[in-house]
């Protein structure tokens, strides 16, 4: 005896199913539409990130493949090889050697061809730049980060160099996130270092996210190729205040850039010269107290 739903309620599935599918497809305006395109991704805005946005849409065009055809051979089996009658059992099947080799085999293969696409596009965003225009040192520290300009924390052993000029840096607090700013169209290499735990550098519009260690330099060049402001964060659960190491990103013109770091180095801004690495200087940055006050 088969599943014997009444008219009005297979009707009534149906046209829930349809109803949805067309409202899904039609109240889509443009940019929800591109949206969908890049499957929940924000607009690429570095030189970099459509790369990794090809490789995630790739990616989920084969699980879509993979689960359409696994779909439909559970529907074609369910429906197929149903029970018909009250005393016909359908055949049992124990094993088929043919069946199980193809569904080791097919997913080995499937992460030999991602794993193998992944590798290259990683190859290409971590190749190191030589000579990149800007050299930036961003410091993570429970609960905020440091930004600074012209200069590798990481350089010669933990020591620090400056990296052009001026050397200055700003900071922010949980309550006043600081914002990172970056010129337009140039190389951006940026060294990541922790003065406390694993913390990880987030950029969303950039579609890429690095970790930040302590005693390790990692780093990775860009190019933000899209003015604008974006949302930076914190991606690893690095300790209670996590959710509230927020930073912002802003792109700008070159004049802009140098304007902005000329302000930050002129005499009415002594707190913004030199390096700001964390360390020793933990307690003097900005960040929570210990009672996870605002300093
Ligand atoms: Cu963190």
């Known amino acids: 005896m088969g599943l014997q739903l009444p008219k009005r309620a297979r009707n009534l599935a149906f ?18 539409q591109d949206e969908w395109k890049r499957i929940a991704m924000p607009e690429p805005a570095s030189a970099e990130a459509p790369g990794m946005l090809h490789l995630w849409q790739w990616a989920w065009v084969a699980a879509m493949v993979t689960g359409v055809i696994t779909w439909g051979l559970i529907l074609y089996a369910v429906i197929r090889f149903r029970r018909r009658s009250e005393d016909e059992v359908p055949v049992q099947t124990r094993y088929n050697l043919p069946i199980e080799i193809f569904y080791t085999v097919a997913p080995i293969m499937m992460v030999i061809v991602f794993f193998f696409f992944t590798v290259q596009e990683q190859d290409r ?13 961003v410091v993570g520290q429970q609960w ?7 200069y590798d924390a990481n350089a010669k052993d933990f020591q620090g160099e400056a990296i052009g000029s001026p050397v200055v840096h700003e900071v ?10 970056l010129p337009k169209d140039e190389t951006v290499e940026v060294h990541l270092y922790s003065a406390d735990v694993i913390h990880s550098f987030w950029v969303p ?4 996210k690095m970790d930040v260690f302590p005693g390790r330099d990692n780093h990775y060049t860009f190019t933000p190729n899209r003015l604008g402001t974006y949302e930076g964060r914190c991606a690893e659960l690095c300790g209670v205040y996590h959710s509230r190491m927020l930073f912002k990103v802003k792109v700008v013109t070159r004049a ?34 210990q009672n996870g006050a605002n300093e």
Do not use: M, R
């Open 144 to 150: 905020s980060w440091a930004f600074n300009y012209n």
């Open 172 to 181: 922010g607090t949980p309550a006043d996130p600081p914002t990172l700013w």
């Open 125 to 137: 965003v971590l190749k190191d730049v030589k000579d990149p225009d800007n050299v930036i040192t």
């Open 15 to 32: 046209g829930v199913t349809a109803g949805a599918a067309v409202l899904l497809l039609s109240g889509c305006s443009a940019s929800t």
């Open 205 to 208: 519009a950039f579609l890429f």
């Open 256 to 289: 802009q850039y140098d304007d902005h770091l000329a302000t930050l180095a002129d005499a009415d801004h002594p707190e913004s010269h030199g390096p700001a690495v964390g360390g020793s200087e933990v307690n003097t940055q900005a960040g929570l107290d």
